[in-house]
Structures are given as C-alpha cells and as structure tokens.
C-alpha cells in the first residue's frame, strides 16, 4: 500500500536517511539541469525541497546542504531575486568554510558566486576582487581544467567585460574557451556560454566580423540543445541581429 496519495508531497512523506541523501542527490542533479535549461522557477522549487528534506533530516550543516544552497543562490540570482541569494550564498559559504576549510575548491565556488552578486547589487570593486580570490583558491584547489575552475573563470572574464576590463576579459574567456573546447562535446552548452562571452567581447570592440562568427557558432550549440523559444537562443540571435543591423557598408 502506497504511503502517497495523489497530492502528496514528496516532502510530507517521512523518508528514511539514506533514502533522503539519495533524492536529495536527485533533486540537485535535476534542479542543474533545469538551470541549464533557463529554467530557474522549477531550478528553485527544486533546491527548496532538497533543503526542506535535508533540514528534516537534521543535515542542516553538512557539505551537501552547502552544495545545495550555493547552486540556489546562484538560482535566485538569475531570478533577480538578489536579497535571498544574499542569505542563501551568505549561509553556504559559512557552511564550506566550516565543513571543508578556507582552502577547499568548493569555498572558492561560492566566493566567486558571492562576487558576482555584489557585482549585481552594485559593489564592482569589491566583487572583482571576490571573484578574483575565488578563482585562486579554485585553481589551487582543483587545477586549471577542472570544470569549476573554469566556470569560475569564466565568470571573472564576464565580469571584467561588464567593467571595460576588456584585455583582461579576452584573456580569460579565451582561456576558458580553449579548456572547455578541449575538455568537453563540441556542443556543450558551456562552450557556447564562453563563445557568447567572446562574441560580445568583440562587439565592444566593434569588430563585427569576429562577433558574428563567435555568436554563429554559439547559436548553433544553443540550437543543438535547447528549445527554439529559450532564453539563452533568443539572446544569441538578438545579437546577432544587431550586428547585421548596424553593419555599415563597406567602402
């Protein structure tokens, strides 16, 4: 006889501790990949719950609840939700530092994380200088190639973009996109996150020639991978769009 009626919450039900770290493993899987979906409302329900189950469980300090709460505020920040990020990163980094130590690459996540946040609530000398921290302790802590390593680069060459660090920014995403072209499928969608970044890049600089190709090729990926209507597809092409648009004839 099943415990579960059909308006069950997965969360009402008792479930056993070693059953409980497993759908709380599952649900942190499934929640990134709503994210990479740019889904980030069903992302969030998703890390709520594994938290509520953790919490239940009496897992409130451990490693993986800071797992789950760092990958939620990077969530709530894509929601534009940036206070309860705030708190959510706040919490997590507090839990690492305790759970893993200052030096561990997982801290170092969620101070790059942290930094990009204050970089969206307006704090730009101070997130720069956070993420930059981060990716030290990442690099130092992970190596180079590893994909948290490079996603943390990632970010600061996006960053340093946002800023007019524009040297600085190439170095980086062209960095990251030569690890991620080696490392993973040629249309992983994180190959097409750095191209993105690169292409904008260029269009700072308003050379178009080389920001249509890198935006081209992010399409494409995005194409591959996600649905026509995303987010992520829809930006690409808008870009896109304004680089033929305001293209000048050639003389």
Avoid: W
């Avoid at 415990?3 to 499934?30: E, Q, R, Y």
């Avoid at 990251?176 to 993105?196: F, G, K, S, V, Y």
């Avoid at 209507?229 to 769009?241: E, F, I």
């Amino acid at each position: 006889m099943s415990l579960a009626g059909p308006h069950t919450k997965i969360t009402d039900l008792a479930v056993p501790l070693p059953f409980s770290l497993a759908l709380v493993t599952v649900l942190n899987n499934l929640a990134m990949i709503d994210k990479c979906e740019a889904d980030f409302g069903g992302a969030a329900a998703r890390y709520e719950r594994a938290l509520h189950i953790q919490e239940r469980a009496g897992k409130s300090g451990d490693a993986l609840i800071g797992r789950i709460r760092n990958n939620y505020g990077v969530t709530l920040r894509l929601l534009g939700r940036l206070a309860d990020a705030r708190a959510q990163l706040d919490e997590a980094l507090t839990i690492r530092r305790a759970a893993l130590g200052e030096a561990a690459a997982e801290t170092g996540v969620t101070m790059v994380n942290l930094g990009v946040l204050r970089a969206a609530q307006g704090d730009a000398a101070e997130a720069l200088d956070q993420v930059e921290r981060g990716l030290a302790i990442c690099r130092a802590g992970a190596g180079n190639s590893h994909p948290e390593t490079v996603r943390c680069l990632h970010e600061l060459g996006m960053l340093q973009l946002t800023q007019g660090h524009l040297d600085a920014a190439g170095d980086a995403l062209r960095e990251a996109l030569e690890i991620r072209r080696h490392a993973l499928a040629p249309n992983h969608t994180d190959t097409a996150d750095t191209l993105l970044g690169l292409g904008l890049l260029a269009l700072r600089r308003d050379d178009r020639p080389a920001a249509r190709a890198q935006l081209t090729e992010a399409l494409a990926i995005y194409r591959s991978r996600l649905a026509a209507d995303n987010p992520h597809t829809r930006a690409v092409q808008a870009h896109l769009d304004a680089c033929s648009s305001d293209e000048r004839p050639m003389r």
